[in-house]
């Protein structure tokens, strides 16, 4: 069964530090996966999809990419602020559980705090 | 901007109600999405649809059905609530693409069982 895992749990960096975010995923066989922000008691936001096929995306000051046959996707965050504080979750469509529209499967997510 | 608009942001039942959770889209998606969230447990999916009238179990079904009468809503139902159904529930759309298209989430809905 597909596993995401996400490390570190929680980060804390100085504004204007560089930083990456890890996910790793134990099934290559992926259709895509996709990176969300979270604040506080509220909904998840989409930040990236990626593609199987693809290798990285970029949006903004934000860029992920994909190391399908490794398991990995990292998020980076260039020149942190300190609205950038939330919680980082990546998730994955495996091709092996839950149908090719279904189920995303989650990590716990990484909290980030950026201090002024 | 893609839209999911969930009924409530907050809710208190009693044990043994019969609760709806009520998600609305309105980008025209095919593809429809319950999942709870628990701390130390993450997001677990409940149920999700495909198209009207059609339902899929997720990993946690038990204690749960849904409804999809129509394409943009997709409801959620404690058929007797329980207080281990205390969590936060989110609703998610996406379209439908080869290998499955970006999720797209709800607010979410805090729902206390008491």
């Known amino acids: 069964k597909q596993e995401v895992t996400q490390i570190p749990a929680a980060l804390s960096v100085p504004e204007g530090e560089n930083l990456v975010l890890n996910c790793s995923f134990t099934?290559?066989?992926?259709?895509?996966l996709q990176w969300f922000r979270q604040d506080p008691g509220k909904g998840l936001t989409s930040l990236l999809l990626i593609q199987s096929s693809q290798r990285e995306q970029t949006s903004g000051r934000l860029n992920a990419s994909l190391d399908k046959s490794s398991g990995r996707s990292t998020l980076y965050i260039a020149a942190s602020q300190p609205g950038d504080s939330a919680t980082y979750l990546c998730a994955v469509r495996s091709m092996n559980y839950g149908g090719s529209q279904g189920n995303l499967i989650f990590g716990k997510g990484t909290k980030l705090s950026v201090k002024p | 901007d893609v839209k999911v608009t969930q009924s409530s942001r907050y809710l208190v039942k009693r044990t043994g109600e019969k609760v709806f959770l009520e998600c609305v889209q309105d980008m025209d998606h095919e593809n429809m999405f319950w999942y709870r969230q628990d701390p130390g447990l993450g997001l677990r999916l409940i149920y999700f649809s495909y198209d009207v009238k059609m339902k899929e179990k997720g990993d946690i079904p038990e204690g749960y059905s849904v409804s999809r009468e129509k394409k943009e809503r997709f409801s959620l139902i404690l058929e007797s609530a329980s207080t281990n159904q205390t969590s936060m529930y989110l609703c998610a759309s996406s379209y439908w693409a080869a290998g499955g298209g970006e999720q797209f989430f709800g607010p979410g809905t805090r729902l206390t069982v008491l």
């Open positions: 099934d290559s066989a992926i259709y895509n």
